[in-house]
């Protein structure tokens, strides 16, 4: 039993590093591209409408401003959340790592105590990342077609689409990217949600064999 | 041990760290605990058997006796059990 669970234990902490590790590096790439937006808007080095084929309207360009603020507070405070799940399992995972195989019943027991007990402070966070996440890979796609393209034309017989710039294509596969990054994070943050909110209610549900144990079990 | 714990996993957390007999401060330290829980906790654990206070020199220690063996191997296999059944978590 020891080695299975040692197994699948290592196996998803592992996992869940590498998800949160992905979650920061693009949490610090939506900063930057936040940043870069504030500065663009601010200093008016572009007149391009910010959908192409639209028209360029007046003070859209101190809206789309404010609106990459919003996305900086935003991606700041995410990255900080991330930083304080991503510190958690990574002190686990190197502790579990010092431990090695022969690692005692004891010590794997105290790792997923541990571990419970990081998801249950983090457990709100990892909500609201897997929603941010969600939320941020949308908005990456279409400010990546968005940005790429300079006459987008749906009719009922299909859709037919110009880009801007050919040197705009590696511009746009990093944002699509980037988006797909985090959808794909927001997926695996919520599947692993899912896997431990079973544990959780697991545990509940054992906790009445640990209170007949203590002889609080009143029943 | 720091983080929102059940009291079931504090329990265990202090019998597991009393198997060698230790003193008050070290417990609560050890497993974060303020001393007026602490106190509820060991006192209890004493009250059900699992922990012995052994005063030597003035000063008291608290060790798990035999009865807490069958605890944290309960505990242990119920928290081990948890990744041993599906779903877990792969990519």
Redesign the interface.
Known sequence: MHEQTLSQFGTEIRQFFLISLLNLVFAAIAIAIGVQYIVTAILGQTLDPVIPGFPVIPGMRMLSAAIALCCFGLGIQWILSTVRIFEGVVMIKDDLKKAGGAITDTRLTCLIVRMLAHYRDNRRTIRTMILVCTLGGVCFFVLGMANSLKVLSISSGGFAFTFDNLLLIPAMILTLGISLASLLSSYYFSKFARVWDQRLNAIGRSECTLKQKLGLDET | ??????I??I???IL?YCRTPRPFTAIINRCDLNSKTGQEYLEFLAG?GYLQAVTEEGKTRYGSTKEAG???A???????????NP?????
């Open positions: 041990m720091s983080g929102r714990r059940t079931y996993e329990y265990w957390e597991v059900k069958e605890y944290i309960l505990f242990s296999s119920l928290y081990q059990e948890l990744f041993d779903p877990g978590f792969r990519l």
